[in-house]
Every structure is written in structure tokens, then in C-alpha cells.
């Protein structure tokens, strides 16, 4: 158990829907990384948040958004759904803001687009 | 989207036997590489790390070797079991500018 908690685990929904996902960091851990990994694809970085301020921004579309909450939460809002979109979407956490430190990832939420 | 150069993509290796994955990171100011594990369906986990400035760091059969002057790092795995069946994934912190970025992963299958 990596103490980062992701929901849902699954979802299923119709092109054109929008969607919310869910993470909660490691305790203590004050960033949190958003990643997209398509069928057989690598990990590509979506955004990174620290202490509830945007830190880094990676290949984002402009149809998603994210967001830290006070209580270092995040949610990453997927709308105008493609079949493109169809992933699994993981949140990772680590302690700083620095990118030269161990990532902590979550067990991802799987989004099929029918 | 961008990748970090990674070798070989995929890997087939009798029980028993070593298994070596490079990757090549991109800036010289780098100083964090690290290694993650992805089984079948499961999250990525970290499995070994090091920084500039060691050359090599081990864990039990694990071992990462770093070269400075050829700007690349590898991942060895020696006496292989089928467990180690996964895809590992390096990254580099300093690849495309402020985000840590994956390589293109490495299929690993152990054949018993």
C-alpha cells in the first residue's frame, strides 16, 4: 500500500460526458503529479500541484483542468470525453516540490470511454 | 508526447540469468535516477534510485550504475525469477524542462 488513494478505481462513460477524479496524497506528502497511460503506452505527466499552487504543466489538454484543495487533495476534471480518453489515470505524491525525489503513486482509475 | 530514451523495449530472459535496461537522460545537471516497476495491471512502484554522486547503488539483486561522461544510467537484475516479470520505467527530472519524465518503458519476461 503505497498511502495514496485514488477513486474511483473504474469508470464508464459516454463521449462528449465529463468527469471527476479523485486522489489523496501520502500523509505528509505536499505534491501532487497526475499521469495519463493509454494501452501499452508510457507515462506521460499531466500537471503537477504543490501545497495547492500549479508547479509544473505537462502535455495537458485544454478540455482537462486540476485542482489541489486546502486539505492537499486534488481532483482532475476530464471533460468533452473522447474514445481517445479511454486510460488509466494515476496520481502520484511525493514530499517537496523538487522532482529529484521518490514518487508515490496511487493504484489509478481506469476510464473507458464507450 | 516526449519519452526519455530507454533500451531495450522489450527483454526475454531465462530464470536464473541477468538482466541489464539502459537509459540515456538528457542533461548533465541531472542528479536524481530512478527506477520503477510496473506488474500487470498495478501501479508503478519505485524500486531503486540513486544520485550523482555515487556510481552504483545495490539492493539485494538489484542494482543501478550511473555514467556521468556517456550520460546514461542502468538498471541490472541478476538471478532472475518469474516475478520480476513486469515493465520498468527510468526517468529524468531534467528532461523537457521542469517535470519528471518517463522513458518509454522495457517489457520484461522471464522465462522459467
Known amino acids: 500500500d503505497s498511502g495514496v488513494t485514488q477513486t474511483p478505481k473504474h469508470l464508464i462513460t459516454a463521449t462528449g460526458q465529463r468527469v471527476t477524479l479523485r486522489c489523496s496524497p501520502r500523509s505528509g506528502d505536499l505534491s501532487v503529479y497526475w499521469y495519463q497511460q493509454s494501452l501499452d503506452q508510457g507515462l506521460q505527466f499531466l500537471i503537477q500541484y504543490y501545497n495547492g499552487e500549479e508547479r509544473a504543466k505537462g502535455n495537458i489538454l485544454e478540455r482537462f483542468s486540476a485542482q489541489q484543495f486546502p486539505d492537499l487533495h486534488s481532483e482532475l476534471n476530464l471533460s468533452s470525453l473522447e474514445l481517445g480518453d479511454s486510460a488509466l489515470y494515476f496520481c502520484a505524491s511525493s514530499v517537496g516540490s523538487n522532482r529529484n525525489q521518490p514518487q508515490h503513486f496511487g493504484d489509478g482509475t481506469r476510464l473507458s470511454i464507450l | 508526447g516526449e519519452n526519455v530514451e530507454q533500451h531495450p523495449s522489450t527483454l526475454s530472459v531465462q530464470e536464473g540469468d541477468s538482466a541489464v535496461i539502459k537509459c540515456t537522460y538528457s542533461?548533465?545537471?541531472?542528479?536524481?535516477f530512478p527506477w520503477y516497476k510496473q506488474e500487470l495491471g498495478k501501479r508503478p512502484q519505485l524500486i531503486i534510485d540513486i544520485r550523482s554522486n555515487v556510481g552504483e547503488k545495490k539492493d539485494q539483486r538489484i542494482a543501478v550504475t550511473l555514467n556521468k561522461t556517456a550520460k546514461h544510467f542502468s538498471l541490472h537484475i541478476t538471478e532472475t525469477q518469474p516475478e520480476d516479470s513486469a515493465v520498468y520505467f527510468c526517468a529524468d527530472p531534467n528532461f523537457g524542462n521542469e517535470k519528471l519524465t518517463f522513458g518509454t518503458g522495457t517489457r520484461l519476461t522471464i522465462i522459467p
Open positions: 542533461d548533465s545537471a541531472s542528479n536524481y
